[in-house]
């Protein structure tokens, strides 16, 4: 019965912390933004706008929900909580520090690569269900997308699994903390399979420059389109935990997770998750979207070649 | 305890869905009813303790194969027509076979003395050295027939595209209709 308790006990901490941490990354953004374009973000709710995240919360709540009428009403509603639900579960398995991670299971990188492939199918349902064509075109590019960059994804998460001999993310992290960091171990295999793994992260949570989804200016916002209020939190709040989760998987992979240069602990992998999660908000304002059939390109002409390329080297390593 | 009562309510859940996979009208919803089957097989999958086989099937059949399916749903029809009547007149006929296919199999199974191993069921590793070791040959010729299956799925697709470019165009975009026409 304890193990029942200590797993709901570490699973709904987990789930909090992330959901409150998933709250003020976007008053991050906000100001981040903000001062890259010579603005000043949101100061009013509280000291520099701390407390924006809440009234945004009351805000939402408070919005009419909007159903339209040609809608698939049941598909319209499932979808949003799908979204958050694939978002959040992919956080079972990443391990915060050697005894705080939601589900210790031995094929942590499979299951994270699962999850990722399924959260595809909620945005698709999104935009089918809402009967607008807008949505329609932007679940159809979601769909496209998701397929393509699956496969460097997958490819390149399996270099890691293959310099740390297991699936299992905690032990890939103590293989690290014996070795080296397999970013750096060797640099020419860690590398670019990291920039390969962030980049597939990147198009799968369709942010920028991958966001061809829900380009504003020719889709209005893809397959968010139709929803309002609640709704369209829980898609918001499911692509946000998508980019974190997939940053803590990324230092937990290639950046040694909870290893540091001194007092290795949790703070490390808060750190290098954060700095991921930073990272990944500087490119989405620094660049311009790639178009669609760019897109493909770089993908099926570039990543893969390549990723298979680290695939065999990471095996060739191992062996020789 | 606990597990055995999982296993019974994915097992329903796979039948219950595999039931509106042919009896929703709509064809996206009987695609994403065959997902969620595919998606309880695996639970299943992973109660039998075989977890690789539950993530592969998860990968694979929900995130690759139902998501081609809605793909192909989506760029060939119009909204409204996905809507489809999902009997035809072969209704009587289809039960009958499957009904008689459904006979066979459970009398198969029931009278067959299954073996009830307790070995411990083998980890990944020990898979993956299965089958690129012992079971090279059979892996590579795999691997080979799909790659032949794919030159031919291009090869085909190919010819069509050519032959019939501007038709291609126009139902790539099902509800992109306008005004205009």
Same mark, same amino acid.
């Given at each position: 019965?304890?193990?029942?308790?200590? /797993?709901?006990?570490?699973?709904?901490?987990?789930?909090?912390?992330?959901?409150? #941490?998933?709250?003020?990354?976007?008053?991050? +953004?906000?100001?981040?933004?903000?001062?890259?374009?010579?603005?000043?973000?949101?100061?009013?709710?509280? $000291?520099?706008?701390?407390?924006?995240?809440?009234?945004?919360?009351?805000?939402?709540?408070?919005?009419?929900?909007?159903?339209? +009428?040609?809608?698939?009403?049941?598909?319209?509603?499932?979808?949003?909580?799908?979204?958050?639900?694939? /978002?959040?579960?992919?956080?079972?398995?990443?391990?915060?520090?050697?005894? *705080? #991670?939601?589900?210790?299971?031995?094929?942590?990188?499979?299951?994270?690569?699962?999850?990722?492939?399924?959260?595809?199918?909620?945005? &698709?349902?999104?935009?089918?269900?809402?009967?607008?064509?807008?949505?329609?075109?932007?679940?159809?590019?979601?769909?496209?997308?998701?397929?393509?960059?699956?496969?460097?994804?997958?490819?390149?998460?399996?270099?890691?699994?293959?310099?740390?001999?297991?699936?299992?993310?905690?032990? *890939?992290?103590?293989?690290? *903390?014996?070795?080296?960091?397999?970013?750096?171990? $060797?640099?020419?295999?860690?590398?670019?399979?990291?920039?390969?793994?962030?980049?597939?992260?990147?198009?799968?949570?369709?942010?920028?420059?991958?966001? *061809?989804?829900?380009? +504003?200016? +020719?889709?209005?916002?893809?397959?968010?389109?139709?929803?309002?209020?609640?709704?369209?939190?829980? &898609?918001?709040?499911?692509?946000?935990?998508?980019?974190?989760?997939?940053? /803590?998987?990324?230092?937990?992979? &290639?950046?040694?997770?909870?290893?540091?240069?001194?007092?290795?602990?949790?703070?490390?992998?808060?750190?290098?998750?954060?700095?991921?999660?930073?990272? !990944?908000?500087?490119?989405?304002?620094?660049?311009?979207?790639?178009?669609?059939?760019?897109?493909?390109?770089?993908?099926?002409?570039?990543? !893969?070649? #390549?990723?298979?390329?680290?695939?065999?080297?990471?095996?060739?390593? #191992?062996?020789? | 305890?606990?597990?055995? =009562?999982?296993?019974?309510?994915? @097992?329903?859940?796979?039948? %219950?869905?595999?039931?509106?996979?042919?009896?929703?009208?709509?064809?996206?919803?009987?695609?994403?009813?065959?997902?969620?089957?595919?998606?309880?097989?695996?639970?299943?999958?992973?109660?039998?303790?075989?977890?690789?086989?539950?993530?592969?099937?998860?990968?694979?059949?929900?995130?690759?194969?139902?998501?081609?399916?809605?793909?192909?749903?989506?760029?060939?029809?119009?909204?409204?027509? =996905?809507?489809?009547?999902?009997?035809?007149?072969?209704?009587?006929?289809?039960?009958?076979?499957?009904? @008689?296919?459904?006979?066979?199999?459970? %009398?198969? %199974?029931?009278?067959?003395?299954?073996?009830?191993?307790?070995?411990?069921?083998?980890?990944?590793?020990?898979?993956?050295?299965?089958?690129?070791?012992?079971?090279?040959?059979?892996?590579?010729?795999?691997?080979?027939?799909?790659?032949?299956?794919?030159?031919?799925?291009?090869? %085909? =697709?190919?010819?069509?595209?050519?032959?019939?470019?501007?038709?291609?165009?126009?139902?790539?975009?099902?509800?992109?209709?306008?005004? =205009?026409?």
């Amino acid at each position: 019965m304890s193990v029942v308790v200590t /797993a709901l006990v570490t699973s709904l901490s987990i789930l909090t912390a992330i959901l409150t #941490v998933t709250a003020w990354a976007i008053w991050f +953004e906000r100001k981040f933004v903000a001062r890259m374009q010579s603005r000043l973000g949101p100061t009013m709710v509280g $000291p520099s706008g701390l407390l924006q995240p809440l009234a945004d919360l009351v805000k939402l709540l408070q919005k009419e929900d909007i159903v339209p +009428e040609a809608a698939d009403r049941r598909l319209f509603d499932l979808a949003p909580k799908l979204a958050a639900l694939c /978002a959040l579960g992919a956080a079972a398995v990443v391990p915060f520090s050697a005894s *705080i #991670v939601g589900a210790k299971i031995d094929l942590g990188v499979l299951y994270l690569l699962a999850i990722g492939a399924v959260t595809v199918l909620p945005v &698709f349902m999104a935009g089918w269900a809402s009967n607008n064509k807008f949505a329609l075109l932007g679940g159809m590019r979601a769909l496209a997308q998701s397929l393509s960059y699956e496969v460097p994804l997958v490819l390149s998460a399996m270099v890691p699994v293959i310099l740390g001999g297991s699936m299992d993310v905690s032990k *890939i992290v103590e293989s690290q *903390i014996a070795t080296q960091w397999f970013i750096i171990g $060797p640099v020419w295999l860690g590398l670019p399979a990291f920039c390969l793994f962030m980049l597939a992260m990147l198009a799968e949570s369709n942010r920028i420059p991958f966001d *061809i989804p829900e380009a +504003e200016s +020719e889709l209005v916002s893809g397959v968010t389109t139709e929803y309002t209020g609640m709704k369209f939190a829980l &898609f918001y709040l499911g692509e946000y935990v998508h980019t974190f989760v997939a940053s /803590a998987a990324a230092s937990a992979l &290639f950046l040694g997770g909870w290893d540091g240069p001194f007092a290795p602990g949790m703070h490390w992998m808060v750190l290098k998750t954060f700095a991921l999660f930073g990272f !990944v908000y500087w490119v989405r304002w620094s660049l311009l979207r790639f178009r669609s059939d760019q897109l493909m390109r770089i993908c099926w002409y570039w990543l !893969v070649p #390549v990723s298979v390329a680290l695939l065999l080297g990471a095996g060739a390593w #191992v062996v020789l | 305890m606990i597990g055995d =009562a999982l296993a019974w309510i994915l @097992g329903a859940a796979v039948v %219950i869905s595999g039931v509106f996979v042919v009896a929703s009208r709509d064809l996206v919803h009987a695609v994403l009813w065959l997902a969620l089957a595919l998606l309880c097989t695996a639970g299943l999958y992973a109660y039998l303790d075989a977890p690789f086989l539950a993530g592969v099937q998860v990968l694979t059949y929900v995130g690759g194969v139902a998501t081609l399916m809605v793909f192909g749903v989506m760029v060939t029809r119009r909204h409204a027509a =996905a809507a489809a009547e999902a009997g035809n007149d072969s209704n009587v006929v289809g039960a009958v076979v499957a009904l @008689g296919v459904f006979a066979v199999l459970a %009398i198969a %199974i029931l009278k067959t003395d299954l073996p009830t191993s307790t070995a411990p069921t083998p980890d990944t590793a020990e898979l993956g050295r299965t089958l690129l070791d012992d079971y090279l040959l059979a892996f590579e010729a795999v691997s080979l027939l799909l790659l032949a299956a794919v030159v031919g799925a291009v090869v %085909i =697709a190919r010819r069509r595209d050519v032959e019939a470019r501007t038709q291609d165009d126009a139902t790539l975009l099902p509800t992109m209709r306008t005004g =205009a026409d």
